[in-house]
């Protein structure tokens, strides 16, 4: 598995940490949040990755890809 892959199964099991939408994975948050996001600034560092990515996601409606990984692939420690 590529570092690519471990990062799209990482993200399908992410929870948001803090906020409004706390400990909803971040697919699953409303698109008009992610997009507040865009608008205002992502957080720093490894959240804020995943943010960007779930945005261009959503952009191009492939929410359910990550939807997918996250059936197809339980959590683990990626």
């Known amino acids: ?6 990062k799209l199964i990482q993200l399908a099991h992410t929870k948001m940490p803090f906020g409004k939408y706390k400990d909803w994975h971040l697919i699953d948050i409303p698109e008009y949040y992610i997009v507040w996001y865009k608008n205002n600034g992502f957080p720093k560092g490894l ?19 990550i939807r997918n990984i996250k059936k197809q692939y339980p959590k683990k420690d990626y």
């Open 1 to 6: 598995m590529n570092q690519d892959q471990k």
């Open 47 to 65: 959240l804020g990755e995943q943010l960007q990515l779930v945005y261009e996601l959503k952009l191009n409606g492939l929410e359910e890809l």
